[in-house]
C-alpha cells in the first residue's frame, strides 16, 4: 500500500513540476515579499472605540469623569483584572485596555493589539479631543502604549499571507488537478491499475500538503520569519494543510472540467480568504470570520505568530481542521466511488 | 463461457444509455458493436471495464462479478476512444508507471515499446505524438498486464489509412494469441475484416448478434447504414 502511495504521490509531484504548478508556488511568497517592503501605513478614521477599565487600579478621578461623560465617542466595559481585558482584545471584543501609568502618576498606559492599528490611532484621537476640552494643554493623559503583538509591520501580515499561500493550494490548484485527471479520464486509468481508491485520495492530500509546507517555508525564507512556537506553528500548517487540501480534492470532484474548477474555487477563495483577513479592521468580519474554517486557521496563526500563543489554549481550532479535514476526505471517497461527473 | 451478461443496464435519460441487455461471449471471439451515435456503444464497454456503475443487471468475467474491481484488475483491458495518457510525460514514462502500478516488470514495458514499433519515441511526450501514435501507446498500455478481455472504443475513429491498418494489424496479432476482444466501430471494412461475431445497438437495445454474413446479408446492415 505504501509503495503505491509513494509512486502516486511522486507522480503527482512531476506532475504538479511539468504543468509550472511549481513556478505559481515560488511566485505567490515573492510576491508577498515585494508586497511586504512596498506596504504603506493605513490612515485613520473616526468611530467609536471600546475601552476597558481594570476595577480594582486607581486611575485619576478627572479622567474618569472624561471618559463617562464621552459616551457618544467611547464604550467603556469594566473588568475584574487585566488579564480578563487582556482576553477580550485577543478576542477583538474591544479596542484597548487603560491602565494607571506606572512610571508617570495621574496619566495612562493604553494596550492596543497593534500601535499602528485604526483602533490605537482613533483611540489616540479621541482621548486628545476629550484631553483639551476638559484641561487644556496639559501633559497627555496617554503617555505610553503597549502592543500586545510582537514584531513589525511586516509579520503582522504574515498570517493574511500564509492564509493566502494555504488557500490558494487548497482552493484553486488541487481542485484543478483533480478535476483536470477526471476531465483527460487519468483517474479512470489508475482505476484499472490495483490501487484503491484511498490511496489515490491520499496521495493527492499529501500532494497538498507538500506543496503548501514548501510554500510557506519559501516564503519564511524569504522574509526570515521565524515563528515564536515552532512546534505550534507546525501543528497548525499541518491541520490547515490537511483540512484544506481535502477541501480541495473535493471540490475538484464536484466539478467536470479544469475550467469549472478553477471557477468553484475562485468563489470558494474569495469569501474564505477577505473575512479571515480582514477580521481584524472590520467590526462585521469580525463577526462573520468566526463561521469560516479558514478564521480556525487564521486565528491560531495570527496567535502563535504575533501574541506568543500557544497549542494547548487552541485544542478546538485544530481538532476543527482536522474534523472537517476527514469530512471533506470521506465525502471525496464516496465520490469517488460512485465515479461522480467522470 | 467467457463473460456472461443477464439483463444489463445503464440509464442516462429516455433516448441514451442502455437498455437491459444480455448476451455471452466465449473465450477468443472477436466481437463488433455496431450502431449510430448514442445507441449505448460505448456505455456497455465502459461499464464493462468498470468506468462507469450499472443502473441494474450482472455481468461476470471468468466467474467474477464485473463490480469486483480488484479481483479483475490486469484481466480486463480498456482503450478509450480518446487516449488517455499523461500527455506531459514521455511514452516511456507512461508505460514505466502504469508497470509500476500494476506491479509488472519493467522488461514488459521493453517487450511493449519493441512489439508496438514505439522504441524511436520512447523519450517523446505523449503530447508531441500523432493521435495514432498515441493510440499504440495506449492499447501498449493496455497490455502491459497481459489481460484476457481487451475492449476498443472506436480503436481507429481519427486515424488515416496507414495507421488505421497498423492498428488492425496488432487486432489481430492479439486475437491470434487468444484474447477476447470487443471493439466499436463505424467502419464497415473494418467490421468485415475483423470481427467473428456482430452486436448491433438501436436505440440502446440489442437488435441483432450473429456472425458478420448473416449481417451484411441482413436489412438491419442496410437499414444501419442507408
Known amino acids: 500500500m505504501m509503495r503505491n502511495i509513494l509512486i502516486l504521490t511522486f507522480n503527482d509531484l512531476a506532475i504538479a513540476f511539468r504543468n509550472k504548478t511549481f513556478l505559481l508556488i515560488l511566485f505567490v511568497p515573492l510576491f508577498v515579499f515585494v508586497s ?78 497593534k500601535k499602528d492599528s485604526i483602533a490605537a490611532i482613533t483611540i489616540m484621537q479621541n482621548f486628545s479631543a476629550l484631553q483639551k476640552a476638559a484641561e487644556g494643554n496639559a501633559p497627555d493623559w496617554i503617555s505610553s502604549i503597549k502592543s500586545l503583538h510582537r514584531g513589525d509591520v511586516q509579520r503582522e501580515t504574515l498570517p493574511t499571507w500564509v492564509l493566502m499561500l494555504v488557500l490558494l493550494i487548497g482552493f484553486i490548484i488541487l481542485p484543478m488537478q483533480v478535476a483536470e485527471e477526471k476531465e483527460k479520464k487519468l483517474l479512470l486509468a489508475l482505476l484499472q491499475t490495483p490501487i484503491h481508491e484511498l490511496q489515490w485520495l491520499i496521495a493527492k492530500v499529501i500532494l497538498g500538503m507538500v506543496l503548501i509546507f ?16 515552532l512546534f505550534d506553528y507546525s501543528i497548525f500548517i499541518l491541520a490547515g494543510s490537511f483540512c484544506f487540501s481535502a477541501c480541495g480534492i473535493f471540490l475538484g470532484f464536484l466539478c467536470r472540467n479544469q475550467a469549472s474548477a478553477r471557477t468553484l474555487g475562485v468563489i470558494f477563495y474569495l469569501p474564505h480568504l477577505l473575512p479571515a483577513a480582514m477580521s481584524d479592521v472590520s467590526l462585521k468580519l469580525t463577526a462573520v470570520a468566526p463561521f469560516l474554517p479558514s478564521y480556525q486557521l487564521y486565528k491560531p496563526l495570527q496567535s502563535i505568530l504575533l501574541e506568543d500563543g500557544q497549542l494547548a489554549s487552541m485544542s478546538f481550532d485544530w481538532l476543527y481542521l482536522i474534523g472537517l479535514g476527514l469530512l471533506m476526505f470521506y465525502l471525496s471517497y464516496l465520490l469517488m466511488k460512485r465515479r461522480w461527473l467522470m | ?50 468506468w462507469i456503475n450499472p443502473d441494474a443487471g450482472i455481468a461476470m468475467f471468468d466467474g467474477i462479478d464485473l463490480k469486483n474491481r480488484a479481483a479483475l484488475v490486469g484481466k480486463v483491458g480498456f482503450i478509450p476512444e480518446v487516449p488517455n495518457l499523461f500527455d506531459v510525460f514521455s511514452v516511456e514514462y507512461n508505460l514505466r508507471l502504469f508497470a509500476a502500478l500494476t506491479h509488472t516488470p519493467f ?91 456482430i452486436m448491433v445497438l438501436h436505440q440502446s437495445r440489442l437488435i441483432f448478434d450473429g456472425p458478420g454474413e448473416a449481417y451484411f446479408r441482413s436489412e438491419i446492415h442496410e437499414n444501419l447504414y442507408a
Open chain 1, 36 to 113: 511586504l517592503n512596498l506596504l504603506d501605513e493605513s490612515g485613520a478614521e473616526a468611530s467609536k472605540v471600546r475601552i476597558v477599565l481594570v476595577q480594582h487600579y486607581a486611575y485619576a478621578p478627572a479622567i474618569i469623569q472624561s471618559i463617562m461623560a464621552a459616551k457618544q465617542h467611547i464604550e467603556v466595559t469594566c473588568v475584574q483584572n487585566e488579564q480578563d481585558g487582556v482576553r477580550l482584545l485577543k478576542e477583538r471584543q474591544i479596542d484597548g485596555i487603560l491602565t494607571p501609568h506606572d512610571e508617570a502618576t495621574g496619566s495612562l498606559a493604553l494596550l492596543v493589539l
Open chain 1, 214 to 229: 514548501i510554500a510557506v517555508l519559501f516564503l519564511h525564507l524569504l522574509g526570515s520569519f521565524g515563528p515564536l512556537h
Open chain 2, 1 to 50: 463461457m467467457q463473460l456472461e451478461i443477464l439483463n444489463l443496464a445503464r440509464f442516462y435519460d429516455q433516448q441514451r444509455g442502455l437498455a437491459p441487455t444480455s448476451f455471452t461471449v466465449s473465450k477468443g471471439e472477436m466481437i463488433a458493436i455496431v450502431g449510430h451515435n448514442g445507441a449505448g456503444k460505448s456505455t456497455l464497454l465502459k461499464v464493462l471495464a468498470n
Open chain 2, 107 to 197: 522488461l514488459r514495458v521493453e517487450e511493449i515499446l519493441d512489439d508496438f514499433n514505439l522504441l524511436a519515441f520512447r523519450k517523446n511526450r505523449i503530447q508531441t505524438l500523432s493521435k495514432g501514435l498515441q493510440q499504440r501507446v495506449n492499447i501498449g498500455r493496455a497490455l502491459l498486464s497481459d489481460p484476457s478481455l481487451l475492449l476498443l472504443d472506436e480503436p481507429t475513429s481519427g486515424l488515416d489509412f496507414e495507421m488505421t491498418k497498423e492498428i488492425h494489424r496488432l487486432l489481430k496479432t492479439m486475437h491470434e494469441a487468444g484474447k477476447t476482444i470487443l471493439f466499436t466501430s463505424h467502419r464497415p471494412e473494418e467490421i468485415k475484416s475483423l470481427a467473428t461475431r
